[in-house]
């Protein structure tokens, strides 16, 4: 595919604190890599062979991290100086394009055809095409709404119940036609959905289409979680879905696993892990690079992630444990809390109720419970 992409990926991930308190959503871990990777997988899969990334909070970690190059993509980065919303952001990055482009949001996962797509852009031959995706609670999103001809008709935030008749909502992929980024005031921050599509519908020159596939806006912890299961149980698809196998178990390269502990699977326990005698961990759980789980401990619906440890005798449950956090001896940490990268949970805590323990933080012994 000859279109190049313009990625943004300027959020700073404030629902998903403290996980983000030192690294850029876009580059929290995955199972096994960067959440952007896999926007990178998806279009190197239909041959895109240009990224304009648009970033403005912590740039550098997508640029060392990646380079200039992901396998045969080459990336390019533009670093707003202050935020320009999504328009503003568009227009910023793909100055110097003179043909259509995709524009996708850096922060969710997604896997569809773009080939079909793009097919459907051109057959209709308007100004931008938008990529909509059907969602089971549609009063949490924006919808929009379409005319037979998969032209929009309007778009409708924030439906009321007697509102809603479509399902559809915007995926946050688009075509665009170069000559769309001359409805973007440069300059200032600009919404390409409240500002620049209304303008396209009054012109009759959007149009929006669903395509089979996979969507999740990686926002909350609970979609953070949701993410890892859909890797592991091969709804969305991946390279490491693949390597996981027939019996959705994947032990990576350098990985001690105690001969006496158990895997229940689907579950992925990362390189230089230490998996002590006794502990259980799966279903559904993901230990990352260099974690440790001590012995007769349960990880269970979890992420434990790189560098973390996991002491005896505790029990983490439906919850996110961050990079090098601790989590102390016979402690429970269930109801979707999460420690942050660096805390310390001392020994015999239990967190629940979707507490948050924040980055560098340390909880003394017996200090929380829950009755």
Not at 80 to 102: M, Y
Not at 185 to 196: D, K
Request: charged share 25%; net charge negative.
């Amino acid at each position: 595919m000859s279109l190049p992409a313009v990625i943004l990926v300027g959020g700073l991930g404030t629902r998903l604190r403290p996980l983000t308190e030192r690294t850029r959503k876009d580059m929290l871990p995955l199972v096994d890599r960067p959440q952007l990777a896999y926007t990178f997988d998806h279009l190197r899969r239909f041959g895109v062979d240009r990224a304009i990334i648009s970033c403005g909070y912590l740039p550098t970690q997508i640029q060392e991290h990646f380079g200039e190059r992901y396998g045969d993509l080459r990336l390019e980065y533009r670093i707003e100086d202050e935020p320009l919303g999504t328009g503003g952001a568009i227009r910023f990055a793909a100055a110097g394009v003179d043909g259509p482009f995709l524009a996708l949001n850096g922060d969710s996962l997604r896997e569809t055809d773009l080939h079909a797509l793009v097919a459907f852009h051109r057959e209709r031959g308007g100004r931008a095409t938008i990529l909509l995706t059907p969602v089971e609670d549609p009063s949490r999103y924006g919808l929009v709404r379409l005319h037979g001809d998969g032209r929009v008709r309007s778009f409708l935030e924030k439906p009321r119940p007697e509102e809603i008749d479509t399902n559809l909502i915007n995926a946050g992929l688009y075509v665009l036609e170069p000559d769309v980024l001359d409805l973007i005031p440069p300059g200032r921050p600009v919404s390409i959905e409240r500002e620049v599509f209304p303008q396209l519908v009054e012109e009759g020159a959007v149009f929006g289409v669903a395509l089979p596939g996979y969507w999740l806006d990686i926002g909350t912890p609970d979609a953070y979680l949701q993410a890892h299961r859909d890797v592991l149980e091969r709804n969305f698809v991946t390279d490491v879905g693949d390597e996981l196998g027939s019996d959705f178990t994947l032990v990576a390269d350098g990985a001690q696993v105690s001969p006496e502990a158990r895997l229940v699977p689907p579950v992925y326990v990362g390189p230089d892990a230490r998996i002590a005698a006794g502990a259980r961990i799966g279903s559904l759980a993901v230990i990352g690079r260099g974690a440790v789980v001590g012995e007769g401990a349960s990880v269970e619906s979890s992420v434990v992630c790189a560098g973390a440890t996991v002491a005896a005798g505790a029990t983490v449950t439906g919850s996110i444990v961050g990079e090098r956090a601790t989590v102390g001896a016979e402690c429970e940490v269930r109801g979707l809390s999460v420690v942050g990268p660096g805390a310390r949970v001392g020994d015999r805590n239990m967190l629940d109720h979707g507490m948050r323990v924040a980055a560098e933080v340390t909880i003394d012994e017996g200090a929380v419970s829950f009755s």
